[in-house]
Each structure stands twice: as C-alpha cells, then as structure tokens.
C-alpha cells in the first residue's frame, strides 16, 4: 500500500520543482533590475538581498496567504479563498508583479485540469493568483500546513536564485552556496508566515517596487520581472 507520508512529501516536491510548466523560470522579481541599480554585483550583495526579500517581502505577503489558503481550501471555505485571492491580485505594486501573479496562477489551473477532475469546475470564475492556485494543489497532500509553506517557499527561493546566476552573473557553485543559505532562513520564515494574521500581512516594499517599474523600460533584460 502506498505510504500517505512519502506521497504527501513527493507531492510537495513536485510542486515546488522548477521545471514546472507554470513559467516561473521567466521572471526575477526586481533582480534583474536590481542588478543594475541596486548594486547586486556579487555573491554576498546576492545573498543579502534575497534573504532580506525572503523575509521582509514574501514571508510576510504571499507565504502568509498562501498558509492560509491552504487552510481555506481545506475547509471548503470558498468565500475565504476569494478574500485572499483578491488580496494577492490587490496588492501587486507593479503591473509586472500582477502580470506575473495572475499569469503563473493561470498556467498552474492549466496543470492542475491535468491531475484533478475538479479542477475546471472550482477555478471556472475564479481567476487564481500563484500562491492560491498552489495553494489549492498543496491542499490537496496530507502534508502539513508548515511543510506545504517549506516546498512554497523553497520552489521561490529555487527561481530567484536561478535568476540571479544569469543575471549578475553567478556561477552555478554560488548559485548553490546562495540557496544552502536561504533554505536555513526558510523555516524561520514560514513559522514568523503562518503565524500572521488578516492584519498583519503586508505587501509594502518600496524599493522593490520601484525596481520593478523601472524594468519594464530596462535598456536589456533576460526576464519578464
């Protein structure tokens, strides 16, 4: 008989892969901007960077309503589940981050009609941002609420830090050493994420912002963010 725990735990890093067919290899976030005018020119500015990214922008925004949307979809609670997909597609402060947002939740429905039959009927007038419609797939392991965050936040540290090897450039041994670094942040993060409330979550990063507005008009550039 198949182990419900092995299961669950696969499933997660099924998810969290890169190669899933969602698109998340064409967007950096503000790095590839923030390489030319933030100064992201080595390994260590890398680092620091994403760590701060990791916890003063996405543990407190998307990982805090991604953790909760588990648990609404869970719950059958689909009028949480549209508060909080309205949330993420609200608070997007660059028309880059909602393209990239509303266009990967896209992709990812169309993945998911692929492995649950059900998938066309919830999602038929819900347009799911990302971390919803992961959320919705993560709902669907016995995997914890904590360990479904750990795969969601990996799979992004995983993207940012494929982004950076290309843009700064980074060899793909400080690439490694980068993301060793970020997955001993990870779990701090996701407990400080599951532990926000409605009130408390926030999406207020200015430079980060401001970086990506810029990228829309960046002279060169590699990704779509």
Known sequence: MPDPAAQSLLQLIWLASPALPVGGFSYSEGVEAAVEWAGIDSEPRAAEWLADQLHLSFARGDLAVFAQAVEAWRNKDTPRVRELNQ??????????????????????????????????????????????????????????????????????????????????????????RILGQLAQEIPEAVTRAIALGDDERQAFAPLLA???????TQYSRLFRS
């Open 87 to 176: 949330w993420v597609l609200t608070t997007r402060e660059s028309a880059e981050f909602f393209l990239q947002t509303e266009q990967m939740g896209r992709s990812f429905v169309e993945w998911l009609k692929l492995h649950h039959a059900d998938t066309a009927q919830v999602f038929a007038d819900l347009p799911a941002s990302y971390p919803i419609a992961f959320a919705f797939a993560a709902s669907r392991t016995d995997a914890s609420v904590h360990d479904c965050c750990l795969a969601f936040a990996f799979g992004w540290a995983e993207n940012m830090v494929a982004a950076a090897v290309k843009a700064v450039p980074l060899g793909q041994s400080a690439g490694q």
């Open 210 to 216: 401001v970086l990506s507005a810029r990228h829309e």
